[in-house]
């Protein structure tokens, strides 16, 4: 079956550009979760939907960044006003209470 | 605050000998632990899970962990490695519940170079 997708896989963008990074969960999975992996470093979480609901959005470090997922499927991460420090690889996991299927990541890079 | 700390920022070894990588880590109560592989290009891979009971699990690959409460330890081991096992180690710390519940706390990971 399909496994989690993240579209672009990549993206290029200038410093103050807008962008959204969208995840298609495994369809069922009801917990849907946002990760930021900076090169050398592992994953920090960012945010945890349950639901269409925001359960944990400690993660996220500023107001730049806000998550939305409509539905209880598919989730978009926006990140308004983007500076270098945001380059990063941003992944997204689904789970049915239990393991965290992970998606292949989209790299953003901010010139 | 849940956290995770992985001492061996990189290791090498050859193949066919015997591996084990370091994790240690922070948590208030009895954690889900975790163990993702990650090469180059590729998503994320569970390679083992403990949540209760049997403080040895078995993953896929060959992969053994142990949990060891007293050490706050989930060390992964392999008796054997292959040059397919080249790729990098995370080690994680998953919260039981309330809000948080799921959230995995990484550790900084281990880059597993094997040489032929």
């Known amino acids: 079956g399909a496994g989690v997708s993240q579209t672009p896989s990549n993206k290029v963008t200038e410093k103050g550009k807008y962008v959204e990074l969208r995840c298609d969960p495994i369809s069922g999975h009801t917990a849907l979760y946002w990760y930021r992996q900076s090169l050398g470093q592992g994953p920090e979480f960012l945010i945890y939907f349950q639901g269409t609901g925001a359960a944990d959005d400690s993660g996220l470090p500023n107001d730049r960044f806000f998550a939305v997922r409509p539905e209880g499927s598919v989730s978009t991460l926006k990140i308004q006003r983007t500076e270098r420090g945001d380059s990063a690889v941003y992944l997204c996991a689904s789970s049915f209470g239990g393991e965290q299927f992970f998606g292949p990541g989209t790299r953003l890079t901010v010139l | 605050a849940q956290s995770v700390t992985q001492p061996d920022i990189h290791i090498t070894v050859s193949e066919g000998a015997s591996l084990e990588l370091r994790c240690n880590y922070s948590?208030?109560?009895?954690?889900?632990l975790f163990w993702y592989v990650q090469s180059p290009g590729q998503g994320l891979q569970l390679l083992l899970k403990?949540?209760?009971?049997?403080?040895l699990v078995q993953g896929i690959k060959g992969f053994e962990a142990e949990f060891k409460r007293s050490q706050s330890s989930f060390n992964l081991r392999k008796p054997s490695v292959h040059w397919s096992d080249a790729a990098e180690y995370f080690c994680a710390v998953g919260a039981r519940g309330g809000t948080s519940y799921g959230k995995l706390t990484f550790g900084q990971g281990t880059i597993l170079t094997v040489h032929p």
């Open positions: 403990y949540f209760s009971g049997d403080t």
């Open positions: 948590y208030g109560a009895t954690p889900y």
